[in-house]
């Protein structure tokens, strides 16, 4: 079946230092790649998308490149935040009729630290 | 503000008892998802509604029922908790538009304990 794999962390940065959080995928067909983020004590948020090979979905400093030759979505951003700091998670939506499921990895903690 | 609503917000229940976790949105979006978030697990899907009138079982539905009342609100009903069932749960609901595929929604949690 469709499965994400993100990188394990927690991880750890200094402010303004360079993020990237990997993430892979395996489904059938053609998904479309999710990254949601997770402040403390709230729900998901959707944070950026792409639906098709090439598009690069960006948001808040944040982008991601839906390669499809190395199946995956990696998260980057060029200079971290405090405030970034949250839990990420990738997700795959599979585009075929009817199925609107979403299916997540597992999240990756990241910490930022002034 | 537009959204997914939950409540309640925090629960505490004791092994054996029955409660409903309630789900509303006001974004006319035909499909909504139950979800439970459990560390170092992600967020596991315990059934969904593809539209209104319609109910399947996600990845852990065991233990847990749903009805959707209507398309603004889907339930989650736990007929006799266990402590297993300590989580947090999320709701969330999903619109779909021709050439567009949308992301999901999510309320801000139901925090669960079993004692």
């Known amino acids: 079946g469709d499965s994400v794999t993100q990188m394990e962390g927690p991880v750890t940065l200094s402010e303004e230092a360079f993020l990237t959080i990997n993430c892979t995928y395996t489904?059938?067909?053609?998904?479309?790649l999710f990254w949601y983020v997770q402040y403390p004590g709230e729900g998901l948020q959707l944070l950026l998308k792409?639906?098709?090979?090439?598009d690069k979905g960006s948001n808040k400093g944040f982008e991601a490149t839906y390669r499809k030759e190395t199946t995956s979505f990696h998260l980057e951003k060029g200079s971290v935040q405090v405030s970034d700091s949250a839990v990420y998670f990738c997700?795959?939506?599979?585009?075929?009729?009817?199925?609107?499921?979403?299916?997540f990895g597992k999240g990756t903690k990241l910490s930022v630290i002034p | 503000n537009a959204g997914v609503t939950q409540t309640p917000k925090f629960q505490v229940l004791k092994t054996g008892q029955s409660m409903t976790l309630q789900c509303a949105q006001d974004?006319?979006?035909?499909?909504m998802y139950w979800y439970r978030q459990d560390p170092g697990m992600g967020l596991r899907l315990i059934y969904y509604?593809?539209?209104?009138?319609?109910?399947d079982k996600g990845e852990v539905p065991n233990g847990y029922n749903v009805s959707r009342l209507n398309k603004r609100e889907f339930s989650l009903r736990l007929e006799s908790a266990a402590p297993s069932q300590t989580s947090v749960y999320f709701c969330?609901?999903?619109?779909?538009?021709?050439?567009?595929?949308?992301?999901?929604?999510f309320g801000s949690g139901t925090r669960l304990t079993v004692v």
């Open positions: 969330a609901s999903s619109g779909y538009r021709e050439g567009t595929n949308y992301g999901y929604t």
């Open positions: 489904a059938t067909g053609y998904p479309s």
């Open positions: 792409a639906t098709k090979a090439d």
């Open positions: 997700a795959l939506r599979y585009s075929g009729a009817g199925s609107y499921q979403l299916t």
């Open positions: 974004m006319n979006h035909n499909s």
């Open positions: 509604s593809a539209s209104e009138g319609t109910t």
